[in-house]
């Protein structure tokens, strides 16, 4: 493990600095994902609070005890597992495809999970329903399918994301939502998951 340790760090020095991307805007909610890759398949609850210049994102057993917590802010990204120890990467995908398995596009994905584009991707094909939410959308190597709760034009935010690469699959389905989230406290940031919103 130690060995292992010291080649993530060693890896991480040699990256270059991260690029500026656009932020999406915040948010914080609380659903479900299971993952298949490489034969395999993950699943777990998820807790992801997306603030201006930090996320905080817990995977979680069905009891709601913290499997991993992911930090990701200007200084790069950090892995905390249930033994408390941890791996630090450039960003949350370098970090979760060595530490993981697969890749937790994050930078994206805080777009696509409020129905939007990612403002800096490579759009390859776009297809919206009669209220102009997104059905369907491909951007960066990702076949992102889209359903609502309702057909009520202003449910805006999906309640399940079906993502796909050529590696791997993702499925999120949100069960709560908060929109109002100012951020969280990085003073405070640790394994065990803040209360649900409201």
């Known amino acids: ?10 890896c991480a020095a040699l990256e270059p600095a ?14 479900r994902m299971a993952v298949t890759h490489d034969g395999r398949a993950f699943s777990s609850g998820v807790r992801w609070q997306h603030a201006a210049e930090r996320d905080e994102i817990w995977l979680l057993t069905p009891l709601g005890q913290a499997l991993a917590h ?3 802010d ?8 249930s033994d408390r120890r941890q791996y630090r990467a450039r960003d949350v995908e370098a970090l979760t495809r060595r530490t993981l398995g697969w890749e937790l596009p ?19 094909e776009v297809a919206r329903d009669p209220q102009g939410r ?8 990702w ?9 009520d034009s202003a449910d805006r935010l999906p309640q399940r994301l079906d993502l796909k690469s050529e590696s791997q699959s ?25 209360i649900d919103p409201e």
């Open 106 to 124: 994050v930078a994206r994905l805080a777009w696509w999970v409020r129905g939007d584009i990612a403002t800096d991707g490579v759009i390859e």
């Open 74 to 81: 200007a200084e790069g990204a950090v892995i905390t597992g």
């Open 134 to 141: 997104l059905l369907r959308l491909q951007q960066d190597g």
């Open 70 to 72: 992911i930090v990701d």
């Open 18 to 31: 991260r690029p500026v991307l656009p932020r999406a805007p915040a948010f914080d909610l609380v659903g």
């Open 1 to 10: 493990m130690v060995a292992a340790v010291s080649a993530l760090a060693g």
């Open 170 to 194: 993702i499925r999120l389905v949100i069960d709560t939502w908060r929109q109002d989230f100012v951020g969280p406290d990085p003073t405070k940031s640790n394994l065990a998951p803040p």
């Open 143 to 151: 076949d992102i399918n889209y359903v609502y709760r309702s057909h």
